[in-house]
Structures are given as C-alpha cells and as structure tokens.
C-alpha cells in the first residue's frame, strides 16, 4: 500500500525566513502534485511534477522532485504571512490523476 | 462560474438519516471524484467516475453509494448516517489524466 509521508505536520515560522517542507512517499512513481487548502476552504492546484528532477517555481515557492530518492520538497523563501495553509502533496501511481494518494498535510503558520 | 460546484455547502442530520450531495462541473472534464476529509484533515479517495463509469471504487461501505448520470455531474447518496460519516466531502474533476480541480466541499455533520 502506497503511503505518503509529510514533515513536519506544523511548521510556525516567522516572516522572512526560509523553510522547507519534506514529502516521502513508499511506491515508485513520476508524478507528484502539491496543493494548498486554507482553513475551510478548498484545494488549489500548486505544482504538478512529472519526472525526475523536476522543478518548478512560483512567487516564493518551489517545489522539486527526486523520483529515485521518492521525495518531493516543497521550499519557501522569504515567507509572508499570505502563505498560511495547510500544504498537501499527493501521489499518483495509476498513470492518470485518478487515484491519489495524498500526505498527511502540513500546516504552515507564518507570523508577524 | 464556478468550476467544479458542490451543493449543499453545509449538511446537519441526525443518525440514521439518508442524504445526498450533488456535484456539477463546467470544465468538460472526464472524470469525477469524491474524497473524504476527516477531522484530521486527512485526504482519500472514496471514487472516480470516467465518463459516467465507475472506475475507482475504494473500500467504502455500502452505505455510500455514487451516481453519475452524465458525465458532468457526480452525486453521493449516503444512507444510515453514522457519527462516523461527519467529514467534509470534497467532489474533484480532472480530464485526461491532468490536475484535479476539487470543489468548495460539503460538510456533513451527523448529530
């Protein structure tokens, strides 16, 4: 059975600083999603990353992919305070987005 | 418009009772989902409907129950409500195996 394993489940950090969040997952695979979902809210789409080495960027965040490694990293710079969610990633091994398997989450708190 | 649009928002019923959530997508999707959140905010898949065909059907019980009569929409009939089926349900639409676009969730709350 695939697991998707998060660290760390809470991240509090100041604004300004550096922080990454670590996502292992137990099943080969090429295909790794990220999602951020605030507090009552639903899941918006971050990063989709297909294959070894993968990297993609995005204001403050970037996320990349080691498929031999299965790990995924999730790196924020210089954190603001908008950045305060709860981030998932998720793994499919199916081949199509049909069958995810998502990490446990990792709620980010960027403080003032 | 909304997407992927999910109704209703907030569901309060007593055990024992039969409810339904309804989910609608404008995207032209393919395939549709519903997954679970619990208290935990944990994340799994319940089912996938690819062109109206149930093609995931995860360890669910059979109280829960998909229907899918085009393949824009995808609804969830629960029935027998247990204290345990309180989570917030989250319907998703994808085409072609690209990213999932979930919808705004439906909280359901057994009293």
């Known amino acids: 059975e695939l697991k998707v394993e998060q660290n760390p489940l809470f991240l509090s950090m100041q604004e300004g600083k550096n922080y990454t969040i670590y996502c292992n997952y137990s099943t080969t695979s090429d295909r790794l999603y990220w999602y951020r979902q605030d507090p009552g809210k639903s899941l918006e789409s971050l990063f989709v990353l297909l294959s070894n080495g993968a990297v993609k960027q995005e204001g403050r965040l970037m996320a990349s992919l080691d498929t031999k490694a299965r790990l995924s990293t999730l790196h924020i710079t210089a954190a603001v305070h908008d950045l305060s969610a709860t981030y998932f990633c998720?793994?499919?091994?199916?081949?199509?987005?049909?069958?995810?398997?998502f990490g446990t989450g990792t709620r980010l708190q960027v403080t003032l | 418009d909304t997407a992927v649009s999910q109704t209703p928002k907030y569901l309060v019923t007593q055990m024992g009772n039969d409810k339904s959530i309804k989910c609608e997508q404008n995207?032209?999707?393919?395939?549709m989902y519903w997954y679970k959140q619990d208290s935990k905010k944990f994340l799994k898949i319940m089912f996938s409907?690819?062109?109206?065909?149930?093609?995931i059907n995860e360890t669910v019980p059979n109280r829960f129950s998909p229907k899918s009569p085009d393949k824009a929409h995808l609804n969830l009939h629960i029935n027998s409500l247990e204290l345990g089926d309180s989570a917030v349900y989250f319907c998703?639409?994808?085409?072609?195996?690209?990213?999932?676009?979930f919808g705004a969730g439906s909280r359901l709350t057994v009293l």
């Open positions: 995207l032209g999707h393919d395939t």
């Open positions: 998703a639409s994808s085409h072609g195996g690209k990213v999932l676009t």
């Open positions: 998720a793994v499919d091994v199916s081949g199509t987005a049909s069958k995810l398997t």
């Open positions: 409907y690819n062109n109206k065909e149930l093609i």
